[in-house]
């Protein structure tokens, strides 16, 4: 009998044939069922909170972003685009690699993570749903956000199951806190596995996020009702230096902010520190995920956004939550940038005197 990861060479090989003679290699165009959830659309505003002028320190998007459109749609001025949520069935699908192969073609998650597949345990499944994004196999920020609330579709399609992820230090807290379990997947071969396109932060996946957000809130009270709480990002991720991040600490606790860092505390602690509040402050990146399951309803974010890479990821969840989402721009001043701390200071103001 042929082992397993032998078929999955060969599944392997198929693809790269396939690729090669620039054949349809997308697993999805495969699927046996197709079924759309939740319908495309697009959403307008609420324009971010942000002062005047903030918008001409921006002098580059993180993953290519034209600056102009994304602007735009901060301003309130242009759409969002929002993509359908999909729930995607295969069959006769192997695990390999970080991705999903089948008779040629290939869904890639994390090749990244891969090891040595010939010393893993080969495994055979009837069905699975697969709760994992492509993205959320990358980023902590994305897995929290993304594959948590995905996880309540791929629980009604099988056994819930995870492509592998970077073992994040608040990984296993967060699933835990929401009651989710699954196992990740390695080298196997799955009879029929299904998964979600699931990226779009649609009135669907709100029903969920409202859902996950009910369930952390019974868990403790909620520590820090009413607060303004500023997250000092770590050294983890990728660089965003604030340079005169010590003298903005400073003014803010001064006003009477909690100061929250991130890498000092467990999953636990991070969700007892920010339950509640009204306001999350911080750099722009994954540490302000956080903020999605324990801003209070009605709550604001601010993103503090390094000038060379605008990027709004927390924006499209805090308006589909009915949240207030702004910013704050930072100068250029390699080898990081600088945030005057009367614009960061004056926009908490304008932010909270819009929130709920």
């Not at 295969?90 to 040629?104: C, E, I, N, P």
């Not at 994390?110 to 080969?122: C, I, M, T, V």
């Not at 579709?153 to 230090?169: H, I, K, N, R, V």
Request: aromatic content about 8%; overall charge neutral.
């Amino acid at each position: 009998m042929i082992s397993g990861h032998l078929r999955a060479a060969v599944e392997r090989a198929r693809f790269t044939i396939a690729q090669r003679a620039r054949c349809d290699v997308d697993l999805l165009n495969a699927a046996t069922v197709v079924e759309e959830l939740h319908p495309a659309g697009t959403v307008v505003g609420p324009p971010c909170i942000s002062l005047a002028r903030q918008y001409e320190r921006v002098r580059g998007c993180a993953f290519g972003i034209d600056i102009a459109a994304e602007i735009a749609v901060m301003k309130g001025e242009a759409p969002r685009r929002l993509q359908p949520t999909v729930r995607y069935e295969l069959r006769d699908v192997f695990v390999t690699r970080g991705a999903l192969y089948s008779r040629g073609r290939r869904k890639l998650f994390n090749g990244e993570l891969q090891g040595n597949p010939r010393a893993s345990a080969w495994k055979e499944y009837d069905e699975i749903g697969l709760r994992s994004s492509f993205i959320g196999c990358y980023f902590f920020g994305d897995w929290l956000c993304h594959d948590c609330a995905t996880h309540l579709l791929a629980e009604q399609g099988g056994t819930p199951m995870s492509m592998p992820t970077p073992a994040w230090p608040d990984r296993a807290a967060y699933v835990a806190l929401f009651g989710q379990a699954y196992t990740e997947l390695d080298e196997a071969h799955v009879n029929r596995l299904v998964l979600f396109d699931d990226i779009t932060h649609n009135a669907h996946k709100a029903e969920r996020f409202r859902t996950l957000r009910a369930g952390l809130a019974r868990t403790r009270l909620p520590a820090a009702a009413g607060r303004i709480v500023y997250m000092k990002r770590g050294v983890g991720g990728q660089p965003r230096k604030l340079l005169n991040e010590a003298e903005i600490t400073e003014s803010l606790v001064r006003r009477g902010v909690v100061v929250v860092e991130a890498e000092a505390l467990s999953g636990d602690q991070i969700v007892t520190e920010l339950l509640g509040a009204r306001m999350v402050v911080g750099i722009e990146g994954s540490q302000l995920s956080h903020a999605l399951y324990t801003l209070r309803d009605g709550g604001g974010i601010l993103a503090i956004q390094p000038p060379d890479r605008l990027f709004n990821a927390h924006m499209d969840w805090a308006r589909v939550l009915n949240m207030r989402y702004g910013v704050v721009v930072g100068e250029e001043r390699p080898p990081g940038f600088h945030l005057p701390v009367d614009d960061l200071l004056r926009t908490i103001d304008l932010m909270d005197a819009q929130l709920a």
